[in-house]
């Protein structure tokens, strides 16, 4: 079962290994907004996102014995990269199937932290059928991208770091909006929070048309998007939520917030201008929501979960929404 | 005279003021670069640039009945809009006198800070003129952008970082490239690090056609740059190095690396690609020397200065290097 036990052990064996990412604001970006915004800025993690921490977690929760066989990660890119470079830092092969139209840079950052790269098409071919044949014939551990527990546990590290650097921040109270596609990253954060700083609140968000986890949690059931593909937001595109998160999400947190391809653009360009980092589309997700709904807390922190955008799509967001 | 125990008390004035900001690095970065380059990243400071640390300390240094009568200060745009929030944050008043073809971006941040902007023209009116008049007239205290004690000190905080940055990292020898505009910072950090970090030596960066810095350095005696405009690296283009920064750098620093524009645009894209931060051209060329030179450490420590850019500079240098 995921639990806080699970996590901090998680912070023991990243310890030396994540970043601690800052927490960010600025006084126009509040200005702008109208409430206070702090931006835990995972983009500055190792490979660009928070995925390297639940991808380090789960490589190193193998015994070294399966470990050295190498892994095996399904991945539209970050999850990809997060698990191609703790691979590497274990000395140990990886293995990432990738959609062929998964972005550019990541395909490319997946090749260069050295994974073998094998990409099909989301259309035509069936994944779990070339991941499981591919697993079996080499011996390779499967790391999925959320539904796994030392996975939860990783991403759950994100959590104790915010409940601390809130802590030093004076924000005792509030929400927490994490950018959801299973619901990994949202769950472990949950879990975290609700051990170290109970008086703040998880919330997930999720691209229009892609709100799996929102409706889910609205119906008390898990349901499915209608769509797998057409959001600027290939991070946190996923069918449905997580068998192992839902139940989580379900017992922890607020409800599910909602934002437009174009209002995470936004958020990149006001990320780009007040913050200067470089956010991707499903990791801007979070602080569009922070900028852009109306019943979201007066202080909220929100995960800025990745920042691996080809140059094409941030120069949109530049073109449209940069002043 | 500037020497460490003014930078140890600027740092006790800081503490709790500015940030600690991240020194980054990117594997995929040195596999480029062929060294190990660590990125100290002042452009997550607060207002965009380190120029906040040293407005800070110069003004918590005035006496409480000087500083009542508020600040001037002359920038191109960092310095600017470090006075103006450091000033907002003292309760205190500041005026900016910028020119008139200054970054839009940091004018209009500089004004939302909460300063008087006064804009004036480079070619034909004198910017010293019109300041003393006003200082005169409102009697402010005028906190220059580099060449005073306490703006040193307080930019000299960030070799303190580096140098506890660096012990950690297992960086005990090397060289630490600086964005050199007037040598406030740069004299600041080769002082920290000359305590507290030996074997590390600070060497400016500067762009072509405004290496006044470094031609000084190789000359023995101060030159000045024959333009006073034209570069796009504006946060650093300055006439001379300063009177009390010089013999510092003269006594301190290494030899001047000098960088182009077009390399200054390409490590911007570079630092967006591999450590999703957001740099400005004179924020980049330290970067960009540790990229492009060759006769740098193996292990190189860069000031990543600032991040205040318009987004068409950013939109050029994506269209052009991004990849």
């Known amino acids: 079962m995921s639990d806080i036990t699970k996590i901090r052990a998680a912070a023991d064996r990243l310890s030396g290994h994540a970043r601690l990412t800052p927490l960010l604001n600025s006084p126009l970006l509040d200005a702008r907004a109208g409430r206070q915004i702090f931006v835990k800025a995972e983009c500055l993690q190792w490979t660009g996102s928070f995925k390297y921490r639940g991808a380090w977690s789960a490589v190193s929760a193998l015994t070294p014995q399966v470990r050295a066989n190498g892994v095996l990660a399904y991945s539209s890119g970050n999850h990809g990269q997060g698990v191609a470079f703790a691979a590497r830092q274990h000395g140990i092969s990886a293995a990432v199937l990738m959609p062929a139209d998964a972005p550019r840079v990541k395909i490319d950052n997946t090749r260069a932290y050295g994974a073998e790269v094998i990409l099909y098409d989301r259309a035509t071919e069936d994944r779990d059928a070339i991941g499981a044949a591919l697993a079996q014939a080499r011996g390779l551990s499967l790391i999925k991208p959320y539904d796994d527990e030392q996975v939860i546990a990783g991403q759950g590290t994100i959590g104790l770091e915010i409940a601390l650097q809130a802590r030093t921040a004076g924000i005792r109270q509030g929400q927490v909006l ?73 017992r922890l947190c607020g409800p599910g917030l909602v934002v437009s391809d174009d209002e995470a653009l936004q958020a990149m360009a006001l990320a780009f201008t007040h913050l200067r980092i470089v956010l991707e589309p499903g990791g801007a997700v979070a602080l569009a929501a ?31 929404f940069g002043t």
Request: hydrophobic fraction near 45%.
């Open 178 to 250: 994490t950018c959801c596609g299973g619901g990994g990253m949202t769950a472990g954060i949950a879990l975290a929070l609700h051990a170290d700083a109970p008086g703040l609140q998880a919330r997930p968000a999720e691209p229009e048309g892609f709100d799996d986890t929102a409706r889910s949690l609205a119906a008390g059931h898990i349901l499915r998007n209608d769509r797998s593909a057409g959001s600027l937001c290939d991070a946190i595109v996923t069918p449905q939520p997580g068998a192992l998160t839902f139940p989580i999400l379900q």
């Open 290 to 320: 922070a900028l852009f709904r109306a019943d979201v807390s007066d202080q909220v922190i929100v995960v800025g979960s990745g920042g691996n955008v080809d140059p094409a799509v941030f120069l949109t967001a530049l073109q449209r």
